[in-house]
């Protein structure tokens, strides 16, 4: 089935200058996470310095983004880089959140001279991380709302009412601040988009068939430095950051204190540094192609 990608650039230019400035124009993707879900990642986009190009999109079949039912990681990849030859950039900057993060490691391993550098933001890493990430969200429930979640899991189909209580109480695990952690889940369930469980269960069945070997050996194949992003608050263990970040030829792991899974509500200033070259932080420097005559975007 051929299905439209929203695009939600923050800026769009297809070159790499700006000759007012006579300053290098660095472009950057950024991958929502999900399966499933909608781009959210506008916050991250503002974070970035004002010489970078940030395209953000909803990915296909969900959010905004046309019905899909090819839903594969190796269509995933395909789309970015289509996207990527539509704008004319030899290389950009890809920055994944969550399944996002899985994401952008697939099309980096896949188009290794296509990245200038990778950001790999509060992702699953790399061995069991279930089980961790379980017990932690467990704990931050009480048992009512443990109950209540199976519950409302349940229904074969939920009101909009429900749909947003569902969606709080899975999330609000998230954040690292438990004062503010579910009103910021149900600011985020509120948004009027369906979640795509179709995508949601083929992507993660097909991501949790990847062998720990098989993710190490094509980690292998990326060239570009990885920071590889983890809140010390995320209910997903920075043990399983680390070790991706070790099998990363260029990774180098950042656990910022104070922050969840989204440590730009928490931690925005030392997400920034990360993102755009702080201390310690490999800086992502990249030169894009101008656009190529002639070239636009093949349909699907």
Known sequence: MRGELRDRGRRRAPANRDHRHHRTVLT??????????????????????????????????????????????????????????????????VIGHSFGATLALAYA????????????????????????????????????????????????????????????????TDHADRERAWDWADEDAAVPYPINWTANRRLAEETDSWSDDTVRRRCRQITAPVAVIHGAGDPRPVTAAAALAHALPGGRLHVLEGAGHHPWREQPDALRKILYGGPAAPRPVMVAARPRPGEHVQPW
């Open 109 to 172: 391993w896949t188009h290794p001279d296509r990245v200038a550098s990778l950001g790999y933001l509060g992702g699953t890493g790399l061995g069991d991380w279930r089980t961790a990430y379980r017990a932690e969200r467990t704990h931050r429930m009480t048992a009512r709302q443990q109950v209540r979640l199976a519950q409302l899991g349940a229904l074969p189909r939920r009101s909009a009412t429900e749909e947003r209580e569902f969606r709080t109480l899975a999330w609000f």
């Open 28 to 93: 950057c993707r950024l991958l929502h996470g999900g399966p499933g879900l909608w781009d959210c990642l506008r916050p991250v986009a503002r974070l970035l310095d004002d010489s970078t190009v940030v395209h953000r999109f909803d990915q296909r079949g969900c959010g905004r983004s046309g019905p899909s039912d090819d839903q594969r990681m190796d269509r995933l990849v395909a789309d970015l880089d289509v996207l990527r030859r539509h704008w004319g950039y030899n290389r950009w900057i």
